[in-house]
């Protein structure tokens, strides 16, 4: 019997896995300097389909995966994993850490607009406001980071743009995520999204692989490399879809916001980097957005 966990458990698992989609980004720019960007994605999904492989086999309850589902299934994998990832790495070389920081906010905004367009979800006043905290949190931990940090491109437009089109690709992911949960087991989506994954970026993995020194890894960029696989591909899409299985996707977006929140407190307390008053701030409105998101709604009225 597939496993439906309860309404706190959804929402831990959804925070769980934003805050761990930003641990594995922050924790994995040692990665990014060893490994070229499609031979680290090989190896993520390689990595993934080896631990999912028992996750393939359709369960007893599962109806046959229709025409319908398997063209879900790959927009899945080809906008949240694919494009998500070759927009997002090119957009930022192209721009700044601040801007595309500031871009990244609207995510919980264009998901809960999609959910309204695409799912017929209502979206109340509360979520709205949750929306507004969220974004404003992330752009104020934008704005909270080093000038260093930022870049001076003359395509910097262009960036800002890929940018924007990596949060159209998670927005999308989410949304697609919830219409899959109707039909499948978080383990299953998991393990066919991983699958696709593997399977686009292979031919520029190989590539990049037949041109890599694979001597000059050391052993903990190795460890660092399975755990990024596993998170990234295993842990984070199956608490995702676990989540969304009981949350509907407009609030389930609100949670996004633990992704550059986990990320900056990664840099904080293993990397070494200083937090700031704003940043401070913007924690508070993060996470005031999440709580708008998740306490429950007053009762009107008592029928006893």
């Known amino acids: 019997m597939p496993f439906v966990p309860?309404?706190?458990l959804a929402y831990l698992c959804l925070a769980l896995s934003m805050a761990l989609v930003g641990s594995y980004v922050a924790l994995s720019k040692p990665l990014a300097l060893v490994f070229p960007v499609f031979l680290l994605a090989w190896l993520?999904?390689?990595?993934?389909?080896?631990?999912?492989?028992?996750?393939?086999?359709r369960p007893a309850t599962e109806l046959p995966l229709s025409g319908h589902t398997r063209?879900?299934?790959?927009?899945?994998?080809?906008?949240?994993?694919?494009?998500?990832?070759?927009?997002?790495?090119t957009g930022v070389s192209m721009t700044s850490a601040v801007s595309a920081g500031v871009i990244m906010s609207a995510i919980p905004?264009?998901?809960a607009l999609m959910s309204w367009g695409f799912l017929k979800e209502r979206i109340g006043a509360r979520i709205w406001a949750a929306v507004v905290c969220g974004a404003l949190g992330?752009?104020?931990?934008?704005?909270?980071?080093?000038?260093?940090?930022?870049?001076?491109?003359?395509?910097?437009?262009l960036g800002n743009l890929l940018v924007f089109a990596a949060v159209l690709c998670e927005a999308a992911y989410a949304i697609i995520g919830k219409k899959l949960t109707d039909s499948l087991s978080p383990?299953?989506?998991?393990?066919?999204?991983?699958?696709w994954g593997l399977a686009l970026v292979t031919p520029m993995g190989l590539w990049a692989a037949l041109h890599f020194d694979f001597a000059v890894v050391r052993a903990p960029i190795w460890v660092l490399l399975v755990f990024y696989g596993l998170a990234a591909s295993v842990w984070t899409v199956w608490l995702w879809m676990t989540g969304l299985k009981v949350i509907?996707?407009?609030?389930?977006?609100?949670?996004?916001?633990?992704?550059?929140?986990?990320?900056?407190?990664?840099?904080?307390?293993?990397?070494?980097?200083?937090?700031?008053?704003?940043?401070?701030?913007?924690f508070a409105l993060a996470l005031a957005g999440v709580l708008l998101a998740t306490l429950p709604a007053p009762r009107r009225g008592n029928n006893s």
């Open 44 to 57: 993520r999904f390689g990595i993934g389909a080896v631990a999912m492989l028992r996750w393939l086999k």
């Open 6 to 8: 309860n309404r706190f």
């Open 138 to 157: 992330i752009g104020l931990l934008s704005l909270a980071t080093s000038p260093s940090a930022t870049g001076a491109h003359g395509d910097a437009w």
């Open 109 to 111: 905004a264009v998901v």
């Open 187 to 195: 383990k299953r989506i998991s393990a066919i999204i991983n699958l």
């Open 248 to 282: 509907p996707a407009s609030q389930a977006g609100v949670f996004t916001v633990m992704l550059p929140v986990s990320a900056a407190l990664v840099g904080v307390l293993v990397l070494g980097e200083t937090l700031s008053r704003l940043q401070l701030v913007a």
């Open 71 to 89: 063209l879900l299934v790959f927009l899945e994998s080809f906008l949240g994993n694919f494009l998500f990832t070759l927009c997002m790495i």
